[in-house]
Every structure is written in structure tokens, then in C-alpha cells.
């Protein structure tokens, strides 16, 4: 499938230690001729870590995608009405948020860019990046999975001897996972 001039929501959340690999595979979907529309969530867009300052990462997401991040939940709020979205992806999503993704619940501008997005019955791709995965967040990693218009970047357990709770996806397949979820269709298998 050919990405070129489908509009694509990118939105970040706070799993730091995955920014670097997820800005390569933002470059890449650049590269298919993609609009994006990059999301920050306020917590990844503004705190600086051991893995890079937040001004920084946030330069690199505006030069890639050429247009400014939306970072709070009044901006994210009129992709629902406004409608202008093929497809939301959530790179990295955290345990936190995937909870709140799974409960319903919009009180940052990921998760309202998620609702918004979702009312227009169209495809939400997820990737998720949590130390509990296989632990308290399983229960919203299954929920999603039930959810109609959710798709999951393939994920597997990232160190399962000194983390054995972790899942990560394989961010080299968000691409990949993008077209799918545009054909309304998961990529197989889910766990790598």
C-alpha cells in the first residue's frame, strides 16, 4: 500500500528510552510520502532525561514532520471534529497510557488525540513500551486487542531475564503495521 498524502497522527508518550529508535521510523513513514501530524503528550514533551533533552527531541519531530507538535488536549481535541486523520499511531505507549487508552479515559493530548480519532471509526495503531506488560498492564493490552479499530505493533519481551514483565514493540514494523491498519487488518504475528 502506498502512504503517499495519507495523514498521520504520530503521537509520543513518555517511554524515553525508545525515542531514538521511534524517531527512525518516524523518518521512515516520512519517507513513504506521509503527512504527519506529530502529538507529544505533556510529560514527553517536556521532560528532559537521561536519553536527551526534551528541546531537542522535540526540534527533530517538528524538522521531520514539517509542522508543529500538538502537546496538550485543547489542540488534540478537534482531530475528532475536524476529522482530518486516516490513521493515529501511539509510539512509544506507556503502561500509563495504555490503561487510560483501555479505560476510556482523555486527560492528556495522546489519549484525547485517541478519543478524537476514534470517533470517526477509523484506525488507532498502537506500540507499546512498558516494564509491566506482562504484568498490571496485560489486562489493557488484552482490552485493546478487543477493540474495535486498535491495532498493536508486534511486541515481544525485550530483556526477560533482568525485566521479564517488559513487552516492547519492534518499532521497525510500525510501517509495515501502518499499511495493515489502514486495510483495517493486524499484522501477524503480533508476538515476535
Known amino acids: ?96 497510557t495504555l490503561a487510560k487508552l483501555a479505560s476510556g479515559i482523555a486527560d492528556s493530548s495522546v489519549t484525547m488525540a485517541v478519543k478524537a480519532h476514534l470517533r470517526n471509526q477509523k484506525p488507532v495503531l498502537v506500540a507499546v513500551s512498558t516494564n509491566d506488560g506482562l504484568g498490571s498492564a496485560a489486562k489493557n493490552i488484552g482490552t485493546l486487542l478487543n477493540s474495535k479499530n486498535i491495532y498493536l505493533v508486534p511486541f515481544g519481551q525485550d530483556d526477560c531475564k533482568k525485566k521479564p514483565n517488559s513487552l516492547v514493540a519492534d518499532m521497525t514494523q510500525i510501517t509495515a503495521a501502518a499499511e495493515l491498519a489502514l486495510e483495517q487488518k493486524q499484522l501477524q504475528p503480533i508476538l515476535c
Open 1 to 96: 500500500m502506498d502512504l503517499t498524502d495519507k495523514r498521520i497522527g504520530f503521537a509520543m508518550t513518555g517511554s524515553f528510552c525508545t525515542f531514538s529508535r521511534v524517531i527512525k521510523e518516524l523518518e521512515k513513514l516520512c519517507d513513504t510520502g506521509a503527512e504527519i501530524y506529530p502529538i507529544m503528550s505533556e510529560t514527553a514533551a517536556g521532560t528532559d532525561t537521561r536519553f536527551g533533552s526534551a528541546m531537542n527531541f522535540r526540534a527533530k519531530i517538528e524538522e521531520i514532520a514539517g509542522r508543529q507538535i500538538i502537546c496538550s488536549v485543547k489542540d488534540a481535541e478537534p482531530i475528532g471534529p475536524k476529522g482530518y486523520l486516516d490513521l493515529l499511531i501511539v509510539a512509544p505507549c506507556t503502561g500509563n
